[in-house]
């Protein structure tokens, strides 16, 4: 049998478009109903999480390598653009927020926290459009902490600093219109 090239290393960080940055921490052989598979064994340290994904299945569920650098920058450039807010319901923008961030595509999940947040002097939001924010934020945190070399909490303020300081002028122009 010929080993074939594995897309991801042991050690490194992988987007799981559903959950987000892991880390590869083994790639292992197991007899599953009478075939032997080769799986990622993935770690993700805030879920307290561990998901063995098949080699062969990498493709198809969209599990990925760290964003490249350009990405970052365009996505880190949103934060700075205006609001998109729709006038349809909430149900069906939060499903769109909810599949944009699932996405895997750090633009989209850009997009999702720059247009729900909400700086300290603007009107609270509601239970269900925090948590999305929340989510879409610590999702853009870890990936960027991955790619910087640091750690959640300075990776959001980070994302929170680019935000409250681009924000402002577009809430003065609703204010205004």
Same mark, same amino acid.
């Given at each position: 049998? $010929?080993?074939?090239?594995?897309? @991801?290393? $042991? ?9 987000? $940055?892991?880390? $590869?921490?083994?790639?292992? !052989?197991?007899?599953?109903?009478g075939m032997k598979l080769e799986l990622y064994? /993935?770690? @993700? ?20 390598? /760290?964003? #490249? ?11 700075? +653009? ?15 927020? !909810?599949?944009?961030?699932?996405? +895997?595509?750090?633009? #989209? ?7 729900? @947040? ?9 239970? #269900? ?7 879409? #934020? ?5 990936? /960027? ?5 640091t750690d959640e909490p300075a990776a959001l ?5 680019? /935000? ?14």
């Amino acid at each position: 049998m $010929v080993a074939k090239a594995h897309a @991801f290393d $042991v050690g490194d960080y992988v987007v799981y478009p559903k959950h987000g $940055v892991g880390r $590869v921490i083994e790639l292992q !052989e197991q007899e599953i109903a009478g075939m032997k598979l080769e799986l990622y064994v /993935l770690r @993700f340290e805030k879920e307290r999480m561990t998901l063995r994904v098949p080699t062969n299945k990498v493709e198809a569920i969209g599990m990925r390598k /760290l964003s #490249s650098d350009k990405t970052l920058r365009e996505a880190l450039a949103t934060l700075t +653009g205006k609001p998109k807010v729709k006038r349809t319901m909430w149900s069906r923008r939060a499903q769109e927020y !909810e599949a944009k961030i699932n996405s +895997g595509d750090l633009v #989209s999940i850009a997009e999702v926290t720059r247009d729900l @947040f909400r700086a300290d002097d603007q009107p609270e939001q509601s239970y #269900s459009e925090r948590q999305i924010f929340e989510a879409a #934020s610590s999702r853009l945190a870890r990936e /960027l902490a991955a790619m910087e070399k640091t750690d959640e909490p300075a990776a959001l303020k980070k994302i929170l600093a680019i /935000l409250n300081e681009h924000a402002p002028k577009y809430y003065a122009e609703q204010a205004t219109a």
